[in-house]
Each structure stands twice: as C-alpha cells, then as structure tokens.
C-alpha cells in the first residue's frame, strides 16, 4: 500500500487545485458525489454488513455499533447532507473585515481555504462523506483516516466519492482516503507537518489526547461529551422528563447525548421516581448517589468515576444538588465542555447559569442532542470543538477556513 507522506502529497497537489474552483464549479462536483453515493448504495451497505458483523464478534457496545450501522436511510442522509453543503453560502473569498489607513494602505479580511485538512476518526463512517463535503465546499483537500471497524464502509463510501469527482471533472486525491489502520501510520499522519496543514481528531477520549499529545500538525480538539442536564428547582417535570429522555436515549453512542443527570434536593422526591421509570422503560442503567437512591432503591450505586464518564451506551449518572452554585461547580469540574442544559422555570437562573458553565453550547429549556451543524443550520459539520482557539461549538464551513490580509497601496514604503 502507498505510505502516508505519498497519501498526503497527493492531496497536497489537489489542494492547488481546489482553492482556485468556483462556487458553481464546487457545487457541481458535491451533486455528482452524492448521486454516486445514491448509486452505490447497495455495495455500500454490503461493505457495512462485513464491518458490523467483525464489529459483533469483537463484542463492539451497542452505542458504538449504532454508530458504525449505515441503512438505506442514513446513506440518503448523507447524500442529502452533501446537497445541503453545496447549498450553502461559499464562504471562499468573503471579506471579513476592510481597513484604510491614513497613509492610503486598504487593507481586507479575507477568508481562503486551509489547504490540507486531516481527519483521524473512529467507527463512523458517515464522517467521509460529511467530512469530504465540508472540507471540499471550503476549498480544501482532505485526508481521512477512520477507524479499523469501518474500513470495508469509508473504502466503499471513498470510492462513489472519488467517482463523482472524477465525473464532474475534479480532482480525485481531492479526498484521500488512508487504508493503513495500525498505530504506527496514525502516529505518521500526525507527524505530516508542513503537508497537513490542519488536523481534526473525531471519537473517543483516548483517541483525542493521544493526537493532542502526539501531533506536530496544528491540531482543532474536538471534545468528548461528558454532557449534563440540571433540573432545577423551578423545572417544569414533563419538560424536564422529555428533555433528559431526548437527550439520553434518542442516540446514545454519540456526543452530544447526555451522560450526567443533576437534580435539585427540593424536586428529588418528585422526579427522580419519574425519571428512573421513564429511562429503565428504555433499557437505560442509573448510577445514582445514596440521595437518590434512599429515594429509589433499585437505582445502581454510583462511584467518583460515574460522574464524569462518557458511556456512549444506555448508562448515566444522577447526582442532587443543593443549589444552582453546586450544579454550575459540578459541571464545571466533571464536564468536558461540550453541552450542558438547565431546565428551569426561572430565566434569571437560566442566564445566570449559562453565563457560568464553561461549555461550548450551554441551553435552557432544550435537550442537547441540537449541538449540531444541521441543527444548527451550518448544513453537515466536521465536529464540535471543545477548545476555545479559532473555533468552538459546532464547526461547520466558516469554522474550517483561515483567513488573509490583502493589502493595496500605490507604492508606499515605510
């Protein structure tokens, strides 16, 4: 097989290529990849079924396997998806800010394209094709590496890919795709400095340090998501029982669902019996502390760990709380700065507590499964950063983009 450096070598030169297309010329090529996509699906769910059946015998959890699990349906999504991006405003070339100084300098902001983008991810093959579309609509070329237990699914989605370019007349190494899966050649690409220009890890806590702690090449954190939903002493109880179901159980092996339950004291003997039925209806698994649990026996015991695990699974934490300062301190300390939300029926606590959670996306009244690009409105996204330089939140097209000075003068010198 190629080695890496040539992977990203290729797409270094196509990179060239793509800065210079148009907004038409980008939006054609997005069409033919997703009816490449509409195509294939048939050999694109015939790879997905090799994946998941080594994925079942290696005992994958059932939140990680809903990920890895492509239908008819979630094919179409991505398709739609590439639609949707093609869309969308190009934000190549908008002005972002125009300067003259006095001696006759005009200086603009100009958003360009990173370059090379790459993109380290696990068992989610959705991410090639909502990757590539991002990365292509900003101008850029990528190089995606996603996890061994999709590899038959990314090489089946990479291949109707490369074949829409091919068809609209665009480069194919646009969007490479590295079929190495071993350790060694992850730890490679993120030595790819001065090719890469940017690298973006997608999955797991592990996955994520290791490219922060390894990485020469610029890296955005995308963060896990330790999210949390506080039930405020004021809280609406259906509000706050379909949000936390919502949040928990409409996907569990992702991000953005929640993992931690606070209650207030005052509403434990209200809601934590509510909550415990409503999610045990659902197969869902509560570790909760001795205040909870003296109010609902059968909840499981809880431990330090619990409270700021990820579970990606049908699990979650449920702590009380004395107040709102005690939640705010909680989340702030057990949170990974992803989602978090209050429900409450007090506006003053919900600003107060969205001013003083340090998170990327903090909600009142709102599950935080809409910490989202397509929710969000910024069409499919590349990830959700959860670090606070040059993009946090959702990242969708603007965020994947760098920007210029463009200086005019008539020949003046300093």
Known sequence: MEGIRESCLRAREAARKTALLSPEEKNRVLYACAKALREDTEQILAANRRDQDQAEDQGMSEGLLDRLTLTEKRIEAMAAGMEQV???????????????????????????????????????????????????????????????????????IMESIRRGLLAAGADPDSAVLIRHTDRESTREMMRQKGILDVLIPRGSAGLIRSVVENATVPVIETGTGNCHVFVDASADPDMALSIIVNAKTQRVGVCNACESLLIHRDRLPEMVPLIARALGERGVQIFADESCRSIFPKLSAATEEDYGREYLDYKISMKAVDSLEEAIRHINRYGTGHSECIVTGDMERGRRFQQEVDAACVYVNASTRFTDGGEFGFGAEIGISTQKLHARGPMGLREITSYKYLIDGEGQIR
Request: overall charge positive.
């Open 86 to 156: 093609a869309a969308l405003p190009d934000p190549v070339g908008e002005e972002l800010e125009r300067i003259e100084r006095p001696n006759g300098l005009r200086i603009r902001k100009v958003r360009v394209p990173f370059g090379v983008i790459g993109i380290i991810y696990e068992a989610r093959p959705n991410v090639t094709a909502d990757a590539f579309a991002l990365c292509f609509k900003a101008g850029s070329a990528c190089v995606l590496k996603g996890g061994s237990a999709a590899l038959e699914t990314n090489l089946a």
